[in-house]
């Protein structure tokens, strides 16, 4: 099995989302002792914004520039390690409602018509049927359902809900929230996510 073990938040080892989502690759790893990870800090290594350069070089228009040539292989590296992987494991903070913009530019390089996704006459179609996805999520405030902010809610739903699209339906989040309202709450959060982590059983 080959997981895809990706990290976003740019506070380190203080992290809560690296230390979920490195709990749930080693619980995986327990479980499927022949597993394969590959890793990918995307805070500290960042694909650039996707620009007019990146879409003509696509086009065959080439590139004459180093830095945007190796931002292309890296995208194109994005894209085959999510092909090649089983499961993929994405740890991700809320930032201002939403995931970090390192995860976004991620997301561009690996949602392509004709890679991940498809248009067919019954709307699009997701072509990455056969994978499963973990969410490590952490935020600062609540806003899991029923909350009084729970429509502000544009992280796990935003990341599920692409994850959907490009067929990867088998999604669970494990989540520790709460965490910037004092530190009894914060470490009740992390000690129920680790549990929810222990009892990952595939
Ligand atoms: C730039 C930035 C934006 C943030 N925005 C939000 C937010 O919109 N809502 C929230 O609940 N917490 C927010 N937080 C708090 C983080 O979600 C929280 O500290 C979380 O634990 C960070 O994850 P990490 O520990 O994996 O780095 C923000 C933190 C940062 C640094």
Redesign the pocket.
């Known amino acids: 099995m080959q997981i895809l073990h990706l990290d976003s938040?740019?506070?380190g080892t203080?992290?809560?989302?690296?230390h979920l989502s490195s709990n749930i690759v080693d619980r995986l790893k327990a479980l499927h002792p022949d597993s394969q990870v590959i890793y990918r800090d995307l805070a500290l290594d960042p694909a650039l914004h996707l620009s007019a350069k990146h879409l003509a070089a696509w086009q065959g228009a080439g590139s004459d520039n180093a830095m945007l040539t190796e931002d292309l292989y890296k995208g194109t590296a994005y894209l085959q390690e999510l092909l090649e992987s089983h499961v993929v494991v994405i740890?991700t903070?809320?930032?201002?409602?939403t995931i970090p913009t390192p995860l976004k530019a991620w997301i561009d390089r690996i949602s392509l018509v004709g890679k991940t996704f498809h248009y067919t006459d019954k709307g699009p179609e997701g072509l990455l049927k056969d994978k499963q996805a973990y969410i490590a999520s952490?935020?600062?405030?609540v806003?899991s359902s029923g909350s009084p902010a729970a429509s502000l809610e544009h992280q796990e739903t935003y990341l599920i809900g692409l994850l959907g699209f490009l067929g990867i339906s088998d999604t669970k989040v494990i989540r520790a929230e709460g965490?910037?309202i004092n530190a009894q709450v914060k470490d009740a959060a992390i000690a129920k996510a680790l549990e929810d982590i222990a009892a990952i059983t595939g």
């Open positions: 938040s740019i506070l203080a992290s809560v989302s690296r740890g903070p809320m930032y201002n409602l952490s935020r600062g405030g806003y965490l910037a």
